[in-house]
């Protein structure tokens, strides 16, 4: 199983980006699917989650500004990021919850944004 994360980048206070994850392998289901970030120095943070019927949840400090959503034809997710801020730049994980025999929990790569000032 491999989640391949795309759409990161440089971009100017009050941008937009858009982050992409495509589960790619050979697996039964996939449920939730989720964002996470990891600044330098700092602890890994949820940023958005969704599950397989659509809900989902945000960080209270990207509420308004960023929207995950969910394509489960192509077992790929979307965070469209707007009105982007410098304590947004990170390393952006996606994270995927996988059944292949029994559930677990991948993770793919990460993509960086940059948000400067």
């Known amino acids: 199983v491999q989640l391949q994360a795309s759409g990161g980048g440089l971009v100017q206070s009050g941008g937009s980006l858009r982050l992409s994850c495509a589960a790619s392998g050979s697996f039964f289901n996939i449920n939730n699917m989720a964002w996470y970030r990891q600044a330098p120095g700092k602890h890994r943070e949820l940023v958005a989650r969704?599950?397989?019927?659509?809900?989902?949840i945000y960080k209270d400090s990207v509420k308004g500004r960023f929207t995950l959503s969910r394509d489960n034809a192509n077992n790929t997710i979307y965070l469209q990021m707007n009105s982007l801020k410098p304590e947004d730049t990170a390393l952006y994980l996606c994270?995927?919850?996988?059944?292949?025999?029994?559930?677990?929990?991948?993770w793919g790569q990460g993509t960086l944004v940059t948000v400067s000032s």
């Open positions: 994270n995927a919850e996988i059944v292949i025999i029994s559930l677990g929990s991948y």
């Open positions: 969704i599950t397989t019927t659509g809900l989902t």
